[in-house]
């Protein structure tokens, strides 16, 4: 009769997903694909302490921001210079390190933002005081 055919036409759906759909009905067992293990694995599930030892490199030279507008942490070490480091202090190997892009990517994810620590400059309190003073 087509069913296949007619529901792809109709549905818009892929003629294997409906085979697929019907061998589950008629069989009463769902068919498991495993499609959210497919693809990449994440950095941290090669290397399960990375995220850990990033913390420990940055917190140390991190500081909140000053305004307290945000709670971003700011750091003055930029990626490759964490990525090295992990290198030397934590006896990573050079080729088990994902690159300074995805160490960037990781520092974000964490809160980290390289930004120049700088104080926050001080406000004039009193600006008519101020001004009759230099007067």
């Known amino acids: ?43 941290e599930e090669h290397l399960p302490t990375l995220l850990e030892d990033i913390k420990k490199l940055v917190d140390s030279q991190s500081q909140i921001d000053p305004t307290f507008k945000s709670q ?36 974000n994810d964490l809160g980290y933002r390289l930004k120049r620590v700088a104080k926050i400059q001080p406000q004039k309190k009193f600006p008519k005081l101020m001004q009759s003073l230099s007067n």
Request: proline share 1%; charged share 30%; aromatic share 6%.
């Open 72 to 107: 971003r942490l700011y750091t003055r070490l930029g990626a490759s210079v964490v990525r090295h480091q992990l290198i030397e202090k934590f006896g990573y190997a050079e080729e088990e390190l994902p690159t300074s892009e995805t160490i960037r990517v990781k520092l």
């Open 1 to 43: 009769h087509g069913g296949k055919s007619i529901a792809e036409r109709e549905l818009g759906w892929n003629r294997v997903t409906i085979g697929k759909g019907i061998k589950e009905l008629n069989s009463g067992i769902t068919c498991v694909d495993n499609y959210q293990g497919r693809g990449r694995k994440k950095a």
